[in-house]
């Protein structure tokens, strides 16, 4: 009944809330995106978006084929790989960042497991910048991460707004220097928020410098300081800052998968299993994305 085409194409653009951003990612023009939902819609006889000239919105109907979506796309995957026998196998070399610590990204990881016994999975939690460089080393095979805004690599699984987090009753002395909570270098957060800081005049200093996402947390919720953080994985207990706080805008940031080229470059057997197991977990995260952007409840 339903097209696996179009239902990724929906998927796409209910995690980038963006066609533009969806036919970037599928690699399609803007006009078949459009084809492609319009066809959806026909087929389930409910509008999927609600949307304008500068914003996507789910529907309640799109919210519910959310869920469909992806148990048909991940039911068709498993067909597909196994009458053809080209199930993946071999040892796969993940690397996550710690934006995901505290979202359902082991819901996904653990799917996956189910759905491919064969692949030997490797996890490795990290900051962005360290998995990207683990990753052009060859020491990854697979990177879900977050790029720079001048880095093109990647293949784009949602584009997010940044924002100033903190405790809900942390108030900022306007005459004092900003206490920031940040990653150790080389955190992509870390450099945009000392940037934006830096631009708009505003004096700051380093309240919290932790490798751990749990412990930038607990110093947030303590009262310590703020945090740029992406505004779809806002930790609990901790709240978007108001306007009257008066932080300088942060921007946005994409959050990408990257394969790793070294593997799949060597032509042997074992770099062809981890490029296509490496493939076949992009597919799961790319279909279950919006999982990811929804924290753990």
């Not at 519910?64 to 070399?93: C, D, K, N, S």
């Not at 751990?212 to 709240?239: D, F, K, Y």
Request: glycine content about 12%.
């Amino acid at each position: 009944m339903y097209d696996p085409a179009q239902l990724r194409t929906f998927l796409a653009v209910a995690q980038t809330l963006s066609f533009t951003q969806a036919a970037r990612r599928l690699g399609l023009r803007q006009s078949t995106v459009s084809q492609h939902v319009r066809r959806l819609e026909e087929a389930t006889g409910r509008a999927l978006f609600t949307r304008d000239t500068h914003s996507v919105e789910l529907t309640e109907a799109g919210e519910a084929m959310l869920g469909f979506a992806r148990r048909i796309l991940e039911v068709h995957e498993q067909a597909a790989a196994y009458f053809t026998g080209a199930r993946p196998g071999g040892r796969l070399r993940f690397g996550a960042s710690e934006d995901f610590v505290l979202t359902r990204l082991t819901d996904i990881l653990e799917s996956f497991r189910r759905g491919h016994p064969e692949v030997d999975l490797e996890l490795t939690v990290e900051l962005s910048g360290t998995l990207h460089e683990r990753l052009d080393a060859g020491k990854l095979d697979l990177v879900l991460a977050k790029r720079r805004p001048e880095d093109p690599r990647g293949e784009l699984v949602w584009h997010d707004d940044l924002v100033w987090i903190g405790a809900p009753r942390l108030r900022l002395d306007p005459d004092l220097p900003v206490p920031l909570i940040v990653y150790p270098p080389p955190g992509i957060t870390r450099a945009l928020a000392m940037e934006a800081l830096e631009q708009s005049g505003r004096p700051w200093r380093v309240a919290c410098t932790s490798g751990s996402l749990n412990g930038l947390v607990a110093a947030a919720r303590a009262g310590l300081g703020v945090m740029a953080h992406s505004r779809g994985l806002i930790p609990p207990g901790l709240a978007r800052l108001p306007d009257r706080a008066g932080l300088p805008e942060l921007g946005s940031v994409d959050f990408v998968l990257r394969h790793g080229e070294r593997g799949a470059a060597r032509g042997d057997r074992r770099g062809q299993g981890a490029a296509s197991a490496a493939g076949a977990l992009a597919a799961a995260i790319l279909a279950g994305g919006d999982r990811l952007q929804r924290g753990p409840g």
